[in-house]
């Protein structure tokens, strides 16, 4: 699972990262719960990639629309080329969600939330979906999923699951809706190595996403 995340950085930082100069427009947040919008990269209409904020949460373009009885803020790695809400998007519509860090809830303590980010503070890139509904002119959503993996040996005890982070030198296959390859696609949706990450816990106040401040990522003490 991924269900909170962390955005702190400058839009600037994130476009730097994909190689762009545009950026889009958003506020830090250290609490961002899923059919908020987050920033992505894609590749647009005209080859290019651009930044842009998009709902999470995906809406697949032939839904009747955002439905809460659907979770649909995180893809399975291992089902996603097959999914028929996913497998499409996962063909050509693959984007790039850059994260200051995200949070995990341990499954045998309750609702104790940890903070998960890199260890030298660079941003996370998660792996992700995106879709276009639009039911007329007016009424249109750009959304997105993060894909999620088996845990590595860091979040092993938190969580079973975790978001899967691309490398670098990965961004430009995962962008490219050409390589449609599903079993090249498929080799990238592993976990990340743990020797990049730090995790530790944080004040309970994170589990309401009511509560959004900078202290929220402090350690734990």
Request: charged share 25%; glycine share 4%; proline share 9%.
């Amino acid at each position: 699972m991924c269900g909170r995340l962390v955005i702190y950085s400058p839009p600037e930082r994130y476009a730097e990262l994909f190689g762009i100069t545009s950026s889009c427009e958003m506020n830090p947040s250290y609490n961002i719960p899923p059919t908020s919008s987050i920033p992505a990269c894609r590749v647009n209409s005209k080859g290019e990639r651009e930044l842009s904020l998009m709902r999470w949460g995906l809406v697949p373009r032939w839904s009747k629309g955002p439905d809460s009885r659907y979770s649909m803020f995180n893809a399975r790695a291992e089902t996603v080329h097959e999914k028929p809400a996913y497998r499409t998007a996962f063909k050509k519509q693959r984007c790039l969600i850059p994260v200051d860090g995200f949070y995990e809830w341990t499954q045998n303590n309750g609702k104790q939330p940890y903070f998960i980010h890199r260890n030298n503070n660079d941003p996370l890139v998660l792996a992700g979906l995106w879709d276009h509904w639009q039911e007329n002119k007016t009424d249109a959503i750009d959304s997105c999923t993060i894909i999620v993996t088996g845990a590595n040996a860091l979040m092993r005890s938190i969580h079973d699951r975790m978001p899967v982070i691309l490398e670098p030198s990965q961004y430009d296959a995962w962008l490219d809706p050409t390589t449609q390859d599903s079993d090249d696609l498929r080799d990238m949706l592993k976990p990340y190595q743990p020797s990049d990450l730090e995790s530790f816990a944080v004040s309970r106040d994170v589990n309401s996403p009511k509560n959004d401040r900078p202290g929220l990522i402090n350690k734990m003490e």
